[in-house]
């Protein structure tokens, strides 16, 4: 075995103490070590002279040493060593070390040192503080790495320079000459020494390509084969002329065109003879439900049960009332099964499952739970989760047979990342709004204004329309509904007086929220006060007016997310972006927001104003972090695409020698994450 996977312990200056720290960091032998990246790089080629310092700004600058002054005890109990120095234009400059004997004592009268330090004192009488000191031997570039106590920099710089040496010994190498020719990428042994001990910026910055690429490309490679590989061969073929018709007839609408090309693609995948594997994704209100029923329509026909799982109790509710509207009449039984879904009547729905009677099974995770048994369970259906973790797919797996599944999502994902993110499923898009639909009508305004929102609300009202007012929901349990309760008060004594107003959120228990949820659905209540539980999903036409609090603090997508609730229906909805300041910032938000009512370019601007890493902290993508490589950059992620499509292509289960090395890294890498890794 090559040294380099053997363990980081062999490493000279690895003991004990620094091995259990390379252990936490997840570092076990050299070839890890190699995959600790620097944070940042300081240059010492280039030292400025002392006379162009700057206060309190760090510098590096070469000085030799010209005295050396006796250590002296500060106040505070701290040693100070001081050295006089001088640079060769002859500024002079005093070297402060702090409680450091060993740096003041390996610093030499009359000799010439490279340093970084923060600058301080005067112009005239100028200091440099705890300075860290070049080697002669370092690169002059050195690597700065991400901070861990017992473990500087120096430290990992001087295992770095060992592991090199035994990647150097036997080179390894994980993407074939071919590739690495085609794509421009310069070989790993080559690039590992670029980004820990570059010569210069551009060869630091060509290794970063290189690593980057690489990473992209395993997680695009491991979603598509493993993702894949899982089954071939579906349990429960369909009939590819299943008949529609008595279901369209039976919608109090016609599908769009969109819709029905969603629900041929559906009937596709669901006759093809393997399992499919779709994403359905269209913006808020374009309709999803519809489709997701005609799948089920068709699954019974089929012969089959489907679930349909919703990620909270209220939209599991609301989904289970409009499927059981659109199939009851046809024939088809449809159950909801919830956690609250208790006692003899689970037992019921548990046995109407097992018998087979069910045939459509609506709800939350209760619905995948070890107890619930299925006669033929052959599509699972999920709304808003974007994909199953390895454990809901073991939990599936013992239901018997592999289903077909289908994910919905709203999550306007910009198509740059939906190709990362979804790069195993195939997609479905919603891209037509039922006719009839208006755009909603936006507007930023300032706390001040609230009075005349409330009024334009309250004439909404007056029209026999409803309205929502969202507060920004606060964790901590009491507040929240402290916050909300306190909030409908207000209104009800105030602005909003006479009208009948009902409040929703999170720490409500599930039959409170339902009921909440089930008065204003059925025009009981004329607004409802709510944080984000309505986020997702709920359907009330009539509600045409949105007002958001403290729109500041949401994001852009979830914004748009937010106002989806509304405009559901044939009449002008409006949304009312409340904040109390308008930074220029947030009003270019706004505006935003303000200007287009396209998911997808509400995304596209998130994605640009807070990057990849706020993009992604909402959503649960269940994907392995990304550590070099940028979202943003839509050449590489295009080029990746297609070196994955023609690897596989050439080799699916990358089990060519060239493609071996490549291969064992994926799997590495999906054993880590592989918790919420897969589809
Ligand atoms: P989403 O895609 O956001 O889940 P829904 O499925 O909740 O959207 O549909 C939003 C609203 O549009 C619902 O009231 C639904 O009944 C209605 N709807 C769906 N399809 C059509 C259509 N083709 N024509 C008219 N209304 C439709
Ligand atoms: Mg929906």
Redesign the pocket.
């Known amino acids: 075995m090559k040294r380099l996977f053997l363990s980081v312990r062999n490493l000279k200056g690895v003991g004990r103490k620094r091995f259990e720290i390379y252990q936490k960091l997840g570092i076990e032998t050299p070839y890890d070590l190699l995959y600790y990246l620097p944070r940042d790089y300081r240059d010492y080629r280039e030292p400025v002279p002392v006379a162009e310092t700057q206060t309190d700004v760090p510098a590096v600058i070469r000085v030799t040493i010209t005295a050396k002054k006796r250590p002296i005890r500060t106040r505070t109990g701290m040693m100070m060593y001081m050295l006089d120095a001088e640079d060769d234009e002859g500024t002079p400059v005093s070297i402060r070390i702090f409680n450091n004997m060993y740096s003041y004592q390996a610093l030499e009268t009359g000799r010439t040192y490279t340093m970084f330090g923060k600058i301080a004192g005067s112009p005239n009488a100028r200091e440099i503080h705890a300075p860290a000191v070049h080697r002669e031997a370092d690169n002059p570039i050195e690597a700065i790495y991400p901070q861990t106590t017992g473990l500087t920099s120096a430290m990992l710089r001087t295992n770095v320079r060992d592991a090199l040496a035994l990647m150097d010994e036997a080179p390894f190498e994980t993407l074939s000459p071919e590739l690495r020719s085609r794509y421009g990428l310069i070989p790993l042994a080559k690039a590992m020494h670029g980004i820990h001990e570059p010569q210069d910026m551009e060869e630091a910055e060509e290794a970063r390509h290189r690593l980057a690429f690489e990473e992209m490309l395993r997680l695009q490679l491991g979603l598509r084969i493993l993702g894949r590989k899982a089954a071939r061969k579906s349990d429960y073929p369909m009939q590819e002329n299943t008949d529609l018709q008595p279901y369209y007839d039976s919608l109090p ?4 065109s969109a ?1 029905k090309r969603a629900v041929g693609e559906i009937m596709q995948d669901m006759a093809s003879g393997e399992p499919m594997n779709r994403l359905l994704q ?1 913006d ?7 489709v997701a029923a005609a799948a089920c329509y068709a699954a019974v026909q089929n012969g089959c049960q489907c679930t349909l799982m919703a990620p909270t109790e209220i939209l599991a509710g609301q989904h289970y009332q ?1 499927l059981r509207s659109f199939l009851e009449p046809l024939g088809i039984t449809v159950v909801l099964l919830t956690g609250s879904v208790k006692g003899k009547e689970k037992k019921t729905v548990y046995a109407q499952i097992a018998s087979g009677k069910a045939q459509v099974i609506v709800g939350t995770h209760a619905v995948f739970q070890k107890a619930v048994e299925y006669r033929r369970l052959a599509l699972v259906i999920t709304d808003e989760q974007h994909r199953f973790g390895v454990a809901q797919r073991a939990a599936l797996a013992e239901k018997g047979g592999v289903p077909h599944k289908l994910v ?1 999502s ?1 999550t306007p994902i910009p198509r740059t990342l939906a190709l990362l993110v979804y790069g195993d499923l195939d997609v479905s898009v ?1 891209d037509v709004m ?3 639909r208006k755009p909603i009508k936006t507007y930023a305004v300032t706390g001040g204004g609230r009075p005349r929102v409330m009024k334009f609300v309250a004439e909404e009202l007056q029209k026999g329309r409803q309205g929502y007012i969202v507060c920004p929901a606060i964790e901590e349990g009491e507040l929240d509904l402290k916050n909300v309760t306190q909030y409908a008060e207000d209104m009800r004594r105030g602005l909003l007086s006479g009208w009948r107003i009902d409040i929703l959120h999170g720490q409500m228990d599930p039959q409170e929220k339902d009921d909440a949820m089930e008065r204003f659905r059925n025009q009981e209540t004329d607004v409802l006060i709510c944080t984000t539980v309505v986020e997702v ?1 709920v ?1 009330v ?1 009539n509600a045409t007016v949105m007002v958001i609090e403290d729109a500041d603090r949401f994001g852009l997508s979830q914004l748009h997310q937010l106002r ?1 609730r509304v405009g ?1 229906g044939q009449h002008q909805s409006y949304c009312i972006l409340l904040t109390e300041h308008l930074t220029e910032e947030s009003r270019e938000r706004l505006r935003l927001l303000s200007s287009t009512t396209n998911g997808f370019e509400v995304a596209e601007a998130d994605l640009k104003l807070r990057g990849p890493g706020d993009f992604f902290g909402n959503m649960q993508h269940g994907l392995p972090p990304l550590k070099l490589a940028s979202l943003t950059d839509a050449q590489m992620l295009h080029d990746v695409q297609e070196a994955a499509a023609l690897l596989t292509q050439e080799d699916p289960e990358l089990q060519k020698p060239e493609n071996h090395a490549l291969y064992m890294e994926i799997l590495r890498l999906f054993a880590q994450y592989g918790e919420n890794g897969l589809n």
């Open positions: 609408f016609p599908l769009t819709q269209g808020v209100g374009s309709g999803k439900t519809a409009t919905m709203a919603l039922p006719s009839g999903g359907d036409p989806g559901r």
